[in-house]
């Protein structure tokens, strides 16, 4: 596809910034307010941050580079970026929604791209009971939390709780203790895309957790039930030799 207005991004580094002021200088963009398509600089953290910002654009988004990991990103070049957006291949995302119930009765709502997370908030481990679909599946979960994570998001901090790898398109999400003491050989769960999941929050008093949606964060939860956001589709664009789906199926086999 070819994208006539571009819109150029960055995060607040020197890295980004110095790639920005390059790219503006080489090829005419428009605000992201009119853009076909924005060009994020910076690091994973970056490009998601851009996905949530401008959501309700609907245009896709082509990461390049200039932070750490960059697993979700292309590569930097200064040269040929019509003709590597021109190439890009799409990915459709569709995020967790995360539905939080606090102490006082109110809710958070919000959107994960990555995974949605709970955390013990004190020197207490968290209790946690797990429903799928309504249905007690764990009845206690003794841990420092635990999270809900997308195939795209497998990879991260999924995968360094010793989560499993996700593909595109398996059409299910990863369930995943972080350093589970009771039942301490519990790995997770693999389950449909479409499943719900809800944790009950026990002796919240006592153990206060806290749930966080990819960089939204709510206190003192009670319960957090966590769905796939059909409604909701996210693009990302990919240089054809670097697709989101080879670098998931690569990381399984790295040493």
Same mark, same amino acid.
């Given at each position: 596809?070819?994208?006539?207005? +571009?819109?150029? /991004?960055?995060?607040?580094? &020197?890295?980004? *910034? $110095? @790639?920005?002021? %390059?790219?503006?200088?080489?090829?005419?963009?428009?605000?992201?307010?009119?853009?076909?398509?924005?060009?994020?600089?910076?690091?994973?953290?970056?490009?998601?941050?851009?996905?949530?910002?401008?959501?309700?654009?609907?245009?896709?988004?082509?990461?390049?580079?200039?932070?750490?990991?960059?697993?979700?990103?292309?590569?930097?070049?200064?040269?040929?970026?019509?003709?590597?957006?021109?190439?890009?291949?799409?990915?459709?995302?569709?995020?967790?929604?995360?539905?939080?119930?606090?102490?006082?009765?109110?809710?958070?709502?919000?959107?994960? +791209?990555?995974? /949605?997370?709970?955390?013990? &908030?004190?020197? *207490? $481990? @968290?209790?946690? %009971?797990?429903?799928?679909?309504?249905?007690?599946?764990?009845?206690?979960?003794?841990?420092?939390?635990?999270?809900?994570?997308?195939?795209?998001?497998?990879?991260?901090?999924?995968?360094?709780?010793?989560?499993?790898?996700?593909?595109?398109?398996?059409?299910?999400?990863?369930?995943?203790?972080?350093?589970?003491?009771?039942?301490?050989?519990?790995?997770?769960?693999?389950?449909?895309?479409?499943?719900?999941?809800?944790?009950?929050?026990?002796?919240?008093?006592?153990?206060?957790?806290?749930?966080?949606?990819?960089?939204?964060?709510?206190?003192?939860?009670?319960?957090?039930?966590?769905? &796939?956001?059909?409604?909701?589709?996210?693009?990302?664009?990919?240089?054809?030799?670097?697709?989101?789906?080879?670098?998931?199926?690569?990381?399984?086999?790295?040493?």
């Amino acid at each position: 596809m070819i994208h006539s207005k +571009i819109a150029l /991004v960055a995060a607040d580094t &020197e890295p980004g *910034q $110095a @790639a920005l002021k %390059r790219l503006q200088d080489r090829y005419p963009h428009v605000p992201p307010e009119e853009a076909e398509v924005i060009v994020a600089l910076g690091g994973d953290g970056f490009v998601l941050e851009t996905l949530h910002r401008w959501l309700h654009r609907g245009v896709p988004i082509y990461g390049m580079n200039r932070g750490t990991v960059g697993f979700l990103m292309n590569g930097f070049r200064e040269h040929g970026l019509p003709e590597r957006l021109h190439r890009a291949q799409p990915v459709d995302l569709h995020p967790l929604r995360m539905v939080a119930r606090l102490g006082d009765g109110s809710t958070v709502e919000a959107l994960a +791209i990555n995974e /949605v997370s709970l955390f013990r &908030e004190t020197r *207490q $481990a @968290a209790k946690l %009971r797990i429903r799928i679909d309504g249905k007690v599946r764990l009845d206690e979960l003794i841990c420092d939390g635990a999270l809900v994570a997308t195939p795209a998001g497998s990879t991260a901090y999924n995968l360094s709780a010793h989560g499993p790898i996700v593909p595109l398109g398996a059409g299910i999400m990863a369930l995943t203790p972080i350093s589970a003491f009771r039942p301490r050989r519990w790995r997770g769960a693999l389950l449909p895309h479409h499943a719900r999941v809800s944790f009950e929050v026990l002796e919240a008093g006592k153990r206060p957790v806290s749930a966080v949606a990819d960089y939204t964060e709510a206190r003192d939860v009670m319960e957090v039930e966590v769905r &796939e956001a059909r409604d909701v589709t996210l693009t990302l664009l990919f240089d054809p030799e670097h697709n989101l789906e080879e670098r998931i199926l690569a990381e399984q086999f790295q040493a």
